[in-house]
């Protein structure tokens, strides 16, 4: 087969709107195949959501989004002069060892965006780039890629990345679980409130030894003085160290193995785990001790955590309604780039919901 190209020759010596792009880069963008990419630019129900979804980004990655699926194959066309708006969904970078406790937003956001025929762009934060990334995200004079708006998911260097570009003028919005005086529109997970939900659950259940992990960032002091509110308010004691015991971890699954350690030393009957490497890590080292999970020990994760209804046992959760939250931001960065400097500032809270599973029962005895 031969390669094509996204843009063919344009009439009267006219120069093309988007620049040519061969398929061969699109498939290796996307990370398909040539005859997937090919099938996806000549017949989007021909192939999968996700290979279509993955064709899309790497259009608008290439400076080809003018010519994404969405106009082909379907007796639609872009009008000529319409430019397909491309927004930067921000997250950031995730170290090894540890998992992306926004992965399932992202997909959500992405595909939503390529349903309504919006081009996006991966951006993966990291503090010492953050500069350079701000530079190819806002474009510059020599017609470098640029951006009509940002949608940017949780903290460290993605907070970081998300102040620059506010002070630059785009118009963004951030999702994360900090709360921030930054004057940066956001949708604020309140991961205070569902610490307060696993509290109440779990003291529902019988529990009155309980435990909270939670990785050491940003968001750890918040969350540590709401458990601690929590508990003083639920079970009407001083909520102290001993009382209520805390521990914060770095990254990693180690980090969850070690922490979880030490709560069980402590004697606690019931965990509660802010990141997914935290309730893995307690998994393993509930494994290692012959501890049987929920039996000698119940797990009450706050966040997301991929695939919680398949791992052994199923992870009782108190989690986002994230294609909620991802139509919410879609719908704002749609508004504010609508409406250029006459924006509205966005800030309000989403409330996470308790899912039950088989990681969390009444104690038993060690």
């Known amino acids: 087969m031969n390669e094509q190209e996204t843009s063919g020759p344009t009439s009267g010596g006219q120069p093309p709107e988007h620049r040519h792009v061969r398929l061969a880069e699109i498939a290796g963008t996307a990370g398909v195949s040539k005859a997937t990419a090919s099938r996806a630019l000549r017949d989007p129900e021909s192939v999968s959501p996700a290979s279509l979804a993955k064709v899309r980004q790497a259009l608008a990655i290439l400076g080809a989004a003018g010519h994404s699926p969405e106009t082909r194959g379907t007796g639609q066309r872009a009008e000529p002069g319409t430019e397909v708006p491309m927004i930067a969904l921000i997250k950031p970078a995730v170290s090894a060892g540890n998992?992306?406790?926004?992965?399932?937003?992202?997909?959500?956001?992405?595909?939503?965006?390529?349903?309504?025929?919006?081009?996006?762009?991966?951006?993966?934060?990291v503090a010492e780039r953050n500069e350079a990334l701000a530079e190819t995200i806002l474009g510059d004079e020599h017609g470098g890629p640029t951006v009509s708006g940002a949608v940017v998911v949780g903290g460290g260097a993605a907070g970081a990345l998300a102040g620059i570009l506010a002070e630059r003028g785009l118009p963004l919005i951030r999702i994360s679980n900090a709360r921030h005086d930054d004057g940066i529109s956001r949708i604020y997970l309140d991961a205070t409130g569902g610490i307060d939900t696993a509290v109440a659950?779990?003291?529902?259940?019988?529990?009155?030894?309980?435990?909270?992990?939670?990785?050491?960032?940003?968001?750890?002091?918040?969350?540590?003085?709401?458990?601690?509110?929590?508990?003083?308010?639920?079970?009407?004691?001083?909520?102290?160290?001993?009382?209520?015991?805390?521990?914060?971890?770095?990254?990693?699954?180690?980090?969850?193995?070690?922490?979880?350690?030490?709560?069980?030393?402590?004697?606690?009957?019931?965990?509660?785990?802010?990141?997914?490497?935290?309730?893995?890590?307690?998994?393993?080292?509930?494994?290692?001790?012959?501890?049987?999970?929920?039996?000698?020990?119940?797990?009450?994760?706050?966040?997301?955590?991929?695939?919680?209804?398949?791992?052994?046992?199923?992870?009782?959760?108190?989690?986002?309604?994230?294609?909620?939250?991802?139509?919410?931001?879609?719908?704002?960065?749609?508004?504010?780039?609508?409406?250029?400097?006459?924006?509205?500032?966005?800030?309000?809270?989403?409330?996470?919901?308790?899912?039950?599973?088989?990681?969390?029962?009444p104690p038993q005895r060690r």
């Open 99 to 125: 998992v992306d406790p926004y992965s399932r937003l992202a997909e959500i956001l992405t595909n939503r965006m390529f349903g309504l025929r919006i081009a996006v762009v991966h951006i993966e934060a």
């Open 201 to 361: 659950h779990l003291v529902h259940l019988g529990h009155r030894r309980i435990g909270l992990a939670v990785l050491r960032d940003s968001a750890a002091p918040a969350r540590i003085a709401g458990f601690r509110r929590s508990m003083a308010g639920i079970l009407h004691i001083p909520a102290t160290r001993d009382q209520a015991p805390v521990v914060e971890a770095a990254g990693g699954t180690m980090a969850g193995v070690a922490a979880a350690e030490e709560l069980i030393d402590l004697r606690c009957t019931a965990v509660i785990a802010c990141a997914p490497s935290l309730s893995f890590g307690l998994l393993e080292a509930a494994q290692r001790l012959r501890l049987d999970v929920p039996r000698d020990l119940s797990l009450l994760t706050v966040g997301d955590v991929p695939d919680a209804d398949v791992v052994e046992p199923p992870l009782s959760q108190v989690v986002y309604d994230w294609a909620m939250v991802a139509q919410s931001a879609i719908d704002e960065i749609r508004a504010m780039i609508a409406a250029g400097r006459q924006r509205v500032h966005v800030d309000y809270t989403v409330d996470p919901d308790l899912v039950l599973r088989a990681s969390a029962v």
